[in-house]
């Protein structure tokens, strides 16, 4: 699968959960995908400064992208650079 593929993939995957981000008051923007397995993604609105958000993105985003996408996936939260 080629890079492209894959990223355009994710892409897809993260506007399918942005509704119930959305719902909560917050979003998910995407960012870059790296080495193949590597998605970094920035949470805004009420995502951004909630305590849970780090579940939020391993438990939530990073699951729903492995079971959809790829299994490798690694969700990075580009905020805490």
């Known amino acids: ?5 894959l990223e355009s993939k994710i892409i897809e995957a993260i506007n399918q959960i942005r509704p119930s981000l959305q ?5 998910i923007e995407f960012l870059k995908f790296e080495n193949n397995k590597d998605v970094f993604v920035k949470l805004v609105g009420a995502c951004a400064g909630c305590p849970m958000s780090q579940m939020t ?3 939530g985003v990073e699951k729903y992208l492995r079971a959809t ?4 996936l690694e969700v990075i939260n ?3 650079f």
């Open 23 to 27: 719902n909560d008051g917050g979003d």
């Open 69 to 72: 996408v790829d299994s490798q």
């Open 57 to 59: 993105l391993k438990n």
């Open 1 to 5: 699968m080629s890079e492209i593929t």
């Open 78 to 80: 580009a905020t805490q």
